[in-house]
């Protein structure tokens, strides 16, 4: 059973930077996609990021586009979200999660491991 475990969540200013980090284990992220999803609170769980299992095709929410870049490294079996120039409406609940195939989509249930979730808290 894959588990995922995600770090680095924090409370931030505004145009400040975090780097989210989702560890796997009991399995591996190799030749699956893998991608990051936000939770808002009152709101629905919504996209932000996914990687193919390549490396190679990364996708991103219009919102985040220039600002966040997901990276992976299938040998640590660790993926990575890197957020610059964080917003107040970037506060949320970030997930990650492996896909069940090799390319990503956009939708929750392209993905069927997920973590817990990390709080991340932009303060004007």
């Known amino acids: 059973q894959v588990q995922l475990a995600e770090s680095g969540g924090a409370l931030v200013r505004v145009g400040g930077s975090l780097r989210l980090s989702c560890t796997a284990t009991g399995g591996t992220i190799n030749r699956y996609g893998v991608g990051w999803f936000r939770q808002a609170p009152g709101k629905e769980r919504e996209f932000v990021a996914a990687?193919?299992?390549?490396?190679?095709?990364?996708t991103y929410a219009d919102s985040v586009k220039g600002r966040f870049t997901i990276s992976r490294d299938n040998a640590k079996n660790t993926f990575w979200l890197q957020m610059n120039s964080l917003k107040p409406e970037d506060t949320a609940v970030y997930y990650c999660?492996?896909?069940?195939?090799?390319?990503?989509?956009?939708?929750?249930?392209?993905?069927?491991?997920w973590g817990q979730g990390t709080q991340v808290t932009v303060s004007s």
């Open positions: 999660a492996r896909a069940r195939y090799g390319t990503t989509q956009s939708g929750r249930d392209w993905y069927d491991y």
């Open positions: 990687v193919t299992w390549t490396g190679y095709r990364t």
